[in-house]
């Protein structure tokens, strides 16, 4: 199993001073950009997650980012049968965003 570095857990708190659109830039340069096109293999392969019925596609290298979880197991055997299906969650899909914001930035994110 591979040793991951541990996750910073610590909210990241807006900046009241500043304007809804500069505190929003600054949380996307905080955000990983990756290469990879649909239905390639490797670290940058392709997982789509329907929660609630809004689909949320984002790579399986993503989900591993926090091992020992129930997304992270999902994305093991995604790769283990190379199939290329659609996983759905039943759960409300507005809150799915910050959770898939945590994986991919190992920071939880608060504007107040």
Known sequence: MANYPPLDCSPVL?????????????????????????GQSGPDERITLNVGGVR???HVSTLKNCPQTRLSKLADIHKQ?????????DRHPAVFNSVIDFYRTGKSYAFV
């Open 56 to 58: 949320h596609e984002t």
């Open 81 to 89: 049968t190379h199939q290329k299906e659609e996983y759905f969650f």
């Open 14 to 38: 807006a900046s009241p001073s500043k304007s809804l659109a500069s505190n929003a830039m600054a949380y996307m340069s905080t955000t990983p950009k990756r290469s990879g096109f649909l």
